[in-house]
């Protein structure tokens, strides 16, 4: 299960304190007090507390004190305030749909202008409350406390009012119509032109009431005890409203669901009742009418769960998931779809749950999740799925490959989706069926056809999301034509549309596009500002993430396309140094957020403030005493998708069709050069030519060919990566070769192996500069400022407890050879006497062999000053064919002898290194391929990066899989350099260039790089 749907208490207070300005009632913008936020979520009491304005959506404050407190515009929906005490509370203008206030104490609370229809009120206490005009038609109030309380000109229109205490309540001008009062308290209560027409009176207490003068009720043992119990006439009408809305009639099916409710009621049937509740949320939805179907929704669902009506509450939570679809608010109909699989699951609604999840995953890019959710559908060996669920698994499964980049298997599910929407009478999926037809025919260059597709799509698309979606695919065509002219038009009508119903997704998606068509027509200024909003927007989306690290990674992969515009146009306008500030806000985001959290949370943090400038770049560059050189690249067609729910990746390679809109691979890489002064340069590095080829090399494949054995074999790769990446620059770079250098690459960037680079003269680069990388400037910064202070202007050489680990007693794999029987993984001779021998560099014992459990070792992790590993790394093989783990990599140590769970197996996975909290300043990965991973805006998504998030601000990791003699050496070395001088890039080159000496090829010593703070 997916913890980012768990709206935990420490998850959702770091979301609410990035901003102080939250919700909001009216025309003010509620500031709550965040300390006392903290002091809610610690101790679930906040007696007076100030939390105006504060998101506490979903919260679990059962039975917690806020007596007092002033919750002025917080927004409480779906909150769960079961027995909670708000004595005296103000709650005005606060928003409780669906929250449930089941036996609350609310006494003398303000309730003023809020809307409780759709809150959980049973056995809750109003006593003394103000209501003025609250509107709680419909809604079930048995047994509620009303004692005293003003409900003047209150809409309690057929309100299930029965055993309510109401005793001197003021209901002057109350609308009770159709109203159920039966055996209520209206003692001395003031009815003063209420209008009961209808109402159920009997069984209640009228001693003493004001202003009523109509019959009396009955009264007698046999009203005072009413069973609940089945309503066949309800069962009746229920089963005729069906049969309507499937012929179309939507209006009828309303009245017919509407006349359902009032009968239930009558017979006290409350699974009868949230049933009809559900239908009426259903049809207002599908007439378009959000507010009355979330309403409805939320009364359906509360009652349903409380009636233990399991299909009430599978449908209640699919039309609230699908109000919040239709108003874009992916990731809380996604929490509502999860919610609703979970409640089907083994019920008749499971499939249709399963669709719901399916589109809600690929809303927010979670391509994989979607796809596996339709394939368990289409693939239902029992074929228990309706022909329309099984058109909704279709579409969904369309949507996901063509978000995933897979075309070809797109087009072949799209082919069986037009035959299966022939045989059902239900349109509901056709608007979709015409926009993916239209995505596809774009993709194949069938520029007409896609969009008559996409006028298909729109003509018969009943909400603004669809039509919003048909008008920007015309928009993208037009685009793909070269036709800017009429794609400015399109793109502009598609965002008037997203920006009417506040759909935020679509208007940064849309400003995007329309961004590069002003670009394309020569409109640079106005393209500089629409592609501005557009990042600035995909900012505001992002901190509403709540995902896990590694998915929120790919959330954000969706914005850089938006940068990658923005550069552009900021280079076309000769603005490099704007150009540069967009290129790095896009970089290491979430890592940035990690390791800044960490941080903050062990009171390391110095300076909090992440936000770039050109003023900040300089003054890292200076900080750093290092020449920092930049690279920016556009994405190439490979894409990665991760499923949120299964936490595994996949790999696709498709491309669309070569248009205006999707252009040739670039043929250059933007450089950028930061001198130690702070003074900018920009230049360009030209790809090579492929052979007997229009286009250039790919940038995948010049640098897969440098590392995949950098062998003399490889040099040519090795010189022509120097010629895009280095001669560009050469006359910028340090002359003196002690002066450090600072890459920071991008994406495929990251594998290249820059020690090894070779220049027209046969001079590798590591020969003439001092080498570090760094995934961003921010990261190179924030990870430089956990190191001690300069010593007289150099580096101290560390002191402290040391932790090294040489060829453990490896742990089993599955060997897929084998048929994926286990096997060990081969021992490592040479990493025991290599572990030894650094050992006694850093006066300590090395553990190894079978002491070098996961258990022993991560044990002493978190008081070491220095952690070196010389084992297996493992990137994928650990995980299986064809899946990428969503944070890959993992390091081989010993088993427990009785392991008792993951943490105990063997492998210390990414993951769990995440959360170490390290005090080491340098952890050296003596093993293969421990600077891959999942290669993202974020930089290498693995082992390097998941422990400078845990705290250590340098690793030393490697490429490729590293020979073992070549490295012991150059491991030695590099510990004598660092011990004597404290300075790590140093330390490296030196002990690569006295490696070289011995092992000139440079699959022996160019492995290696050191990531994160240099000196």
């Known amino acids: 299960m997916a913890t980012w749907l768990d709206r935990s208490g420490n998850r959702l207070l770091v979301l609410l304190l990035w901003g102080s300005c939250l919700g909001g009632g009216g025309d003010r913008a509620w500031a709550f007090d965040p300390e006392h936020l903290r002091q809610l979520f610690a101790t679930n009491q906040c007696e007076g507390c100030d939390l105006s304005g504060a998101d506490l959506s979903g919260q679990r404050m059962s039975y917690g004190n806020l007596s007092g407190a002033d919750l002025r515009g917080a927004n409480l929906s779906g909150a769960n305030l079961e027995s909670v005490l708000a004595w005296n509370a103000n709650f005005a203008g606060a928003n409780l749909t669906g929250a449930n206030l089941e036996d609350a104490t609310l006494s003398r609370a303000n309730l003023q202008g809020v809307n409780l229809r759709s809150a959980t009120l049973e056995d809750c206490d109003l006593d003394g409350t103000d209501l003025t005009g609250v509107d709680l038609s419909g809604v079930d109030l048995s047994r509620v406390n009303f004692n005293g309380s003003n409900l003047t000109g209150a809409q309690l229109m057929g309100a299930d009012l029965s055993w309510a205490e109401l005793n001197r ?60 119990q089945d309503s066949a006439e309800g069962n009746r009408l229920l089963e005729q409203g069906v049969s309507l809305f499937s012929q179309g009639q939507l209006p009828e099916a309303q009245a017919t669901w509407e006349q359902a409710l009032g009968i239930y009621r009558r017979d006290r049937d409350g699974a009868g009742a949230a049933a009809a509740m559900a239908q009426l949320a259903l049809v207002n939805f599908q007439r378009g009418q959000l507010d009355q179907a979330i309403d409805w929704g939320f009364q359906a669902l509360n009652l349903a769960r409380q009636e233990r009506s399991a299909s009430a509450e599978s449908v209640a939570l699919g039309i609230i998931g699908n109000v919040h679809y239709e108003r874009a608010d992916y990731l809380k109909a996604l929490e509502f ?66 978000g995933a980049g897979d075309y070809a298997q797109a087009r072949r599910y799209l082919s069986e989706a037009r035959q299966n929407l022939k045989g059902v009478s239900n349109r509901l999926w056709e608007p979709e069926f015409w926009q993916l037809s239209s995505a596809l025919d774009l993709n194949q260059g069938n520029f007409a056809a896609a969009i008559a597709a996409a006028e298909q799509a729109w003509a018969i698309a009943p909400s603004p999301r669809l039509k919003y979606a048909a008008q920007r695919s015309i928009g993208l065509a037009q685009a793909a034509q070269g036709n800017w002219g009429a794609a400015i038009k ?29 670009h394309q027509s020569g409109d640079l ?120 729910y299964s936490k595994s990746c996949q790999l696709t390679t498709a491309k669309p069709q070569t248009s205006a809109l999707n252009p040739p691979p670039p043929n250059q890489v933007n450089i950028w050069v930061v001198s130690p002064e702070g003074q900018i340069h920009f230049r360009r590095g030209q790809l090579p030519q492929a052979e007997n080829q229009p286009h250039p090399v790919p940038l995948n ?87 001690p202070p300069l010593s007289a202007g150099q580096p101290q050489p560390l002191r402290g407890p040391a932790l090294v680990v040489g060829n453990p007693t490896m742990p089993q794999i599955p060997d897929r050879n084998l048929g994926d029987q286990e096997r060990s993984l081969a021992p490592l001779p040479g990493a025991s006497l290599e572990a030894r021998a650094i050992a006694q560099l850093l006066n300590t014992q090395p553990l190894e062999g079978a002491a070098a459990t996961e258990t022993a070792v991560t044990a002493r992790m978190e008081e070491s000053q220095i952690i070196h590993l010389a084992t297996h790394g493992l990137l994928d093989d650990y995980f299986g064919e064809g899946v990428i783990p969503a944070v890959p990599g993992a390091l081989a140590l010993a088993p427990s002898p009785n392991p008792e769970g993951d943490d105990q197996d063997g492998f210390l996975t990414t993951e769990e290194i995440l ?68 300075d790590r890039a140093a330390a490296l080159r030196a002990a690569m260039l006295d490696t070289q000496q011995r092992h000139p090829d440079p699959v022996n010593w160019a492995a290696f790089s050191l990531v994160g703070a240099a000196r």
């Open 169 to 228: 309540a003021n209901l002057t001008n109350a609308d009770l119509t159709g109203a159920i009062l039966f055996g209520a308290d209206l003692n001395q209560a003031n009815l003063t032109g209420a209008k009961l027409d209808g109402a159920n009176i009997d069984g209640a207490e009228m001693a003493g009431v004001i202003g009523y003068s109509g019959p009396l009720p009955k009264a007698g043992p046999a009203i005072l005890i009413q069973e609940q």
């Open 701 to 787: 494949d010049l640098v897969g060919r440098s590392r995949s054995k950098v062998t003399f074999q490889q040099l040519p790769s090795l010189r022509q990566l120097h010629s895009l990446l280095i001669e560009p620059i050469a006359d910028l770079l340090p002359k003196q070769p002690s002066d450090r250098v600072v890459f920071i690459p991008q994406g495929t960037l990251f594998l290249v192996p820059f020690a090894a680079l070779r220049d027209a003269d046969g001079q590798y680069l590591i020969q003439n500069h001092t080498l570090s990388v760094s995934p961003s400037i921010r990261v190179l910064a924030l990870a430089s400022s956990q190191l």
């Open 337 to 402: 779809y999860q919610q609703r699989l979970q409640a089907s699951a083994g019920g008749p609604f499971y499939h249709a749950a399963l669709i719901d999840r399916a589109k809600g995953a690929i809303a927010i890019g979670d391509y994989a999740t979607g796809m596996i959710d339709s394939l368990e559908v289409l693939n239902d060996p029992l074929q228990t799925a309706t022909p329309v669920r099984r058109l909704g698994a279709l579409i969904t499964m369309v949507q996901g490959l063509i």
């Open 915 to 982: 959360n170490l909290k390290l005090k080491a300043q340098l952890v050296v990965l003596s093993a293969c391929d421990t600077g891959r991973g999942r290669l993202t805006s974020d930089g290498a998504i693995g082992l390097s990066r998941a422990f400078i998030v845990a705290g250590a601000p340098s690793t030393v990791v490697s490429l490729w899989a590293v020979p073992d003699q070549p490295t012991s050496e150059l491991m030695l070395t590099f510990y004598r350099e660092f011990l004597k001088s404290g």
């Open 490 to 518: 399109s793109y502009e009508a598609a965002l008037k549309i997203a920006q009417t119903v506040n759909d935020r997704r679509g208007q940064v998606e849309v400003l995007s596009d329309l961004g590069l068509a002003l």
């Open 525 to 644: 200024n106005r393209a500089a500002s629409v592609l501005t909003q557009a990042s600035e927007g995909w900012d505001e989306l992002v901190k509403t993430f709540i995902g896990e690290d590694y998915f929120k990674v790919g959330f954000i992969e969706l914005q850089t396309q938006v940068n990658q515009r923005l550069q552009d146009v900021y280079l076309a306008q000769n603005s490099p140094e704007q150009a540069l500030v967009v290129s790095e806000q896009g970089r290491s985001r979430v890592f940035l957020d990690l390791m800044m959290g960490k941080l903050a949370a062990q009171g390391r943090l110095s300076n909090p403030d992440a936000a770039v400038s050109v003023e900040s770049i300089q003054a890292t560059a200076r900080s750093q005493r290092a020449t920092l050189v930049i690279y920016a690249v556009q994405q190439e067609d490979s894409t990665t998708y991760c499923s949120i």
